[in-house]
């Protein structure tokens, strides 16, 4: 059974009901990562990191068998430098009660994930943590499978069971909502400009358009 898609503002993603679950970004899992470029997919999912931190949205960061499939990607890591992944061996994230916890703990329901791969260790949770009242977001450009059906099958498969699927930078705009909330939003470039890619570079141009004064000064 679906459920009703909620629409207008509730619908939105909210810093303060927002709560990012991270899953298994491991070299195992990025070595058998096809449906995306993997440069990219780590790119985007450092971003979105990032930007969670500016808004001070609480992120929890999951290993599956650690000792086999490795340590976090670092560059991961490095944006939660004093924070230990949850090590787990169950495949459902959903299934360990430390992750279960760590998220009732913040007394969100916003819960937006993304892992590898979108097909397992995204799709079994996501659709889990449905059951348990939370609303659930899907970030598919910092997630992937093994091939791009794997993938595609999956965002359909949680799609139809209620979960919505967001690329990253939706969830930054999301989360900012209005330019005028420029404690965020001073931050928001450096991020955009290492990680945004042509968005970035964009941003780049048009900052330097404005900062350049109209030909032949004001006397002119």
């Given at each position: 059974m679906t459920?009703?898609?909620?629409?207008?503002?509730?619908?939105?993603?909210?810093?303060?009901?927002?709560?990012?679950?991270?899953?298994?970004?491991?070299?195992f899992q990025v070595?058998?990562?096809?449906?995306?470029?993997?440069?990219?997919?780590?790119?985007?999912?450092?971003?979105?990191?990032?930007?969670?931190?500016?808004?001070?949205?609480?992120?929890?960061?999951?290993?599956?068998?650690?000792e086999r499939g490795g340590h976090l990607v670092q560059a991961v890591q490095d944006v939660f430098p004093d924070q230990k992944p949850i090590?787990?061996?169950?495949?459902?994230?959903?299934?360990?009660?430390?992750?279960?916890?760590a998220v009732e703990r913040t007394g969100r329901k916003q819960l937006i994930i993304a892992g590898?791969?979108?097909?397992?260790?995204?799709?079994?949770?996501?659709i889990h943590a449905l059951a348990d009242g939370y609303d659930v977001f899907v970030v598919t450009d910092a997630s992937g499978g093994v091939s791009t059906e794997a993938h595609d099958m999956a965002v359909r498969?949680?799609?139809?069971?209620g979960v919505v699927p967001v690329t990253w930078l939706v969830v930054s705009s999301e989360w900012q909502r209005d330019w005028a909330r420029e404690e965020t939003a001073d931050q928001l470039g450096p991020i955009l400009f290492e990680h945004g890619g042509a968005t970035g570079a964009a941003l780049a141009w048009e900052l330097q358009l404005l900062a350049t004064p109209p030909a032949g000064g004001a006397g002119a």
């Open positions: 459920r009703t898609p909620k629409v207008g503002l509730d619908a939105l993603i909210t810093p303060e009901e927002s709560v990012l679950l991270l899953i298994d970004h491991q070299p070595a058998n990562l096809h449906s995306h470029e993997p440069t990219m997919v780590i790119n985007n999912t450092v971003g979105l990191a990032k930007f969670a931190t500016v808004f001070d949205v609480p992120t929890i960061l999951t290993t599956v068998v650690e090590n787990r061996t169950a495949i459902n994230t959903w299934e360990d009660r430390r992750v279960v916890e590898l791969w979108t097909e397992i260790c995204v799709a079994m949770p996501a498969r949680m799609e139809r069971a």
